[in-house]
C-alpha cells in the first residue's frame, strides 16, 4: 500500500476504515479522501461488469461490530460520479455486500439496490425504482441504508423508496461502508468529486 493512499485514509479520521482494493486490487480501485470527499483515487480505463477488472468502482469498509445499523452518505449529485451507502458485507460471498445508489443511464433516472459482486461480473440488480424528474444534477443527495436481521430499507432523501430481503450469506454481517463509482465520467479522471465526507452509521 502506498504511503499517499495511507495519508489519505488516516485523513478520515476513522483508522478503521479500508479501501477495498485492499482485499483485490483486480477487483476494486483505491477510495480514499481528497478535499473533503470520498473519490476514486486511481481509476482504470476499463469496461465494466467483467472478470478481473474493476471498471472505475471502488469503496471503503469497516468493522462495525453492529449487525441492525443506519448508514447514510450524502452523494455529491453528479449523475457521472456514482455514489452511496454499502451495507453488509462479506468479502468471501458471491455478492460481496449491498450498494444502493442513483443510476442517470436508467430509464432516465433510476434508483438501484444492488448486490455488488465479489469482483465485478458477479454484480447484480435486486430492486430498482424508476426516480426520473426527482434528482437535478449537481444537488446534493442523502443516500440512506437501514439493515434490521434480514431485511434493508433504503432511503432518498429521508423517504422510503426501496425495502428488500437481504441475500442469506450477508445476513449477521457487521462491515459496512460506502461505494464510489466513476465509469460514466468522461474521461475517468483521479480525485472527482463523489460523496460528502464523513458518511456517518449508527446501531438501530
Known amino acids: ?67 441492525n445499523v443506519s448508514v447514510e452518505v450524502v452523494w455529491y449529485g453528479n449523475s457521472q460520479y456514482g455514489a452511496g451507502p454499502t451495507v453488509c458485507i462479506n468479502p468471501g460471498a458471491k455478492d460481496f455486500g449491498l450498494g444502493f445508489w442513483y443510476e442517470k443511464l436508467l430509464y432516465g ?18 430492486a430498482c ?24 430499507k433504503c432511503y432518498r432523501d429521508n423517504e422510503l423508496m426501496i425495502t428488500e430481503t437481504v441475500p442469506d450469506e450477508l445476513v449477521g454481517s457487521t462491515i459496512h461502508g460506502l461505494s464510489v463509482d466513476v465509469n460514466a465520467a468522461q474521461p475517468r479522471q483521479p480525485n472527482l468529486p463523489c460523496a460528502v465526507a464523513p458518511y456517518s452509521w449508527r446501531a438501530i
Open 1 to 67: 500500500m502506498n504511503c499517499r493512499l495511507v495519508q489519505r485514509i488516516r485523513s478520515l479520521g476513522r483508522k478503521a476504515l479500508r479501501s477495498n482494493h485492499l482485499l483485490s486490487d483486480k477487483w476494486w480501485n483505491p477510495c480514499g479522501v481528497v478535499n473533503g470527499y470520498y473519490t476514486n483515487l486511481a481509476p482504470d480505463d476499463g469496461p465494466i461488469g467483467k472478470p478481473d477488472n474493476p471498471g472505475a468502482r471502488a469503496g471503503l469498509h469497516e468493522n462495525t461490530g453492529q449487525k
Open 109 to 126: 433516472g433510476t434508483l438501484v439496490l444492488w448486490a455488488l459482486g465479489r469482483q465485478p461480473s458477479d454484480i447484480r440488480m435486486i
Open 129 to 152: 425504482l424508476n426516480d426520473a424528474g426527482y434528482h437535478t444534477d449537481g444537488t446534493p443527495v442523502k443516500l440512506r441504508m437501514d439493515v434490521i436481521g434480514n431485511s434493508v
